[in-house]
């Protein structure tokens, strides 16, 4: 069992960058694939990007591909979101999350996804 625990987030202007930090506390972390989760205010939760344990296979929504980057440092128990070129739309709160389940595929659905933590707000002025 781990539980995410997020940092990072803040005020940054349009086209500015930001690095979200989730560092879970429990044991074996490079066992769980990870993602990141956003929700802005009124809208629901949606998938941003995942890694899987190795670091080696990651997946990105197409609203932030070619801007976002995620990787992780096992030997850190520490994922990253690395945002750049940020536009008003990514304004939200993060959500780290974990899935502990076995194979390969990345999952981009809340149910995927079996700790979460509490979120780190980002907002992007224009």
């Known amino acids: 069992q781990v539980q995410p625990v997020e940092s990072g987030g803040g005020l940054v202007q349009a086209g500015g960058s930001l690095r979200l930090s989730c560092a879970p506390s429990g044991r074996n972390f490079r066992n769980y694939k990870m993602g990141w989760f956003r929700q802005a205010p009124g809208k629901e939760r949606e998938f941003v990007s995942a890694i899987s344990g190795s670091g080696g296979s990651t997946y990105y929504a197409d609203s932030v591909k070619g801007r976002f980057t995620i990787s992780r440092d096992n030997a850190k128990n520490t994922v990253y979101l690395q945002m750049n070129s940020l536009k008003p739309e990514d304004t939200a709160v993060y959500y780290c999350?974990?899935?502990?389940?076995?194979?390969?595929?990345?999952?981009?659905?809340?149910?995927?996804?079996?700790?979460w933590g509490q979120g780190t707000q980002v907002t992007v002025s224009s």
């Open positions: 999350a974990a899935d502990g389940s076995f194979g390969s595929r990345l999952g981009d659905q809340r149910y995927a996804y079996d700790y």
